[in-house]
């Protein structure tokens, strides 16, 4: 479970986070929703202890991020524009994203790979990959071993139907036990994935 107490986050006198009061449960796909700049990524980065908070405290099972912890025990995530080695293939970034895995770590990097439609044997490195295609890498590298939170920042970007289609089938099956937040503007492919939307407007959070 993770549970936000009134959290907010200020560059300069500017507040970006005001008092936000949230809290997220495993079984349940979340959804974010508002402009760029509203509040969605900074809230995320919160989350998963890459910004800290100015004020408030974020739980994680009882445990106090930023104070008990620096990161969430098992993530993963994809946030703004994914990032890999250039002259690694898609199968060489993940090994070593995966090198922590002790299990199989072969069958869940192919099978990652394969959810988002790319071809784990495939020898094109990532400096040639389409737009499409390294946002398909952030997603595999978010969903790989499948962690107990997943947060996805703008995850559709880009992508073809047919793999629309399949990240959406990926993300609700894996939704049982555990967190799913997802950040998106567009209300159409929210409200056909997340139980429960959040709007952010200039930092605040409302039920839709």
Do not use: W
Request: negative net charge; contains cysteine; proline residues 4%.
């Amino acid at each position: 479970m993770i549970k936000i107490e009134n959290l907010s986050k200020k560059f300069g006198k500017t507040y970006v986070l005001s008092d936000v009061n949230l809290e997220f449960t495993p079984g349940m796909i979340y959804g974010l929703r508002g402009t760029n700049g509203s509040g969605k990524t900074m809230l995320l980065r919160c989350i998963t202890g890459m910004l800290k908070p100015t004020s408030g405290r974020i739980l994680i099972d009882e445990k106090e991020l930023y104070k008990d912890m620096d990161f969430p025990e098992n993530l993963g995530m994809l946030i703004e524009n994914p990032a890999f080695i250039g002259n690694f293939t898609a199968y060489e970034n993940l090994r070593i994203l995966g090198s922590y895995m002790t299990k199989n770590p072969d069958e869940i990097i192919r099978k990652a790979l394969d959810v988002v439609g790319l071809d784990p044997d495939d020898k094109k490195k990532y400096r040639k990959f389409s737009l499409g295609m390294k946002q398909k890498l952030g997603i595999a590298a978010a969903i790989m071993g499948e962690p107990d939170i997943i947060i996805l920042d703008e995850p559709f970007n880009a992508l073809d139907e047919k793999s629309l289609e399949k990240v959406h089938h990926e993300i609700c099956r894996l939704k049982d036990e555990r967190i799913i937040i997802v950040a998106c503007h567009d209300k159409t492919e929210l409200d056909s994935l997340a139980d429960k939307i959040y709007i952010v407007r200039e930092g605040r959070f409302f039920d839709e």
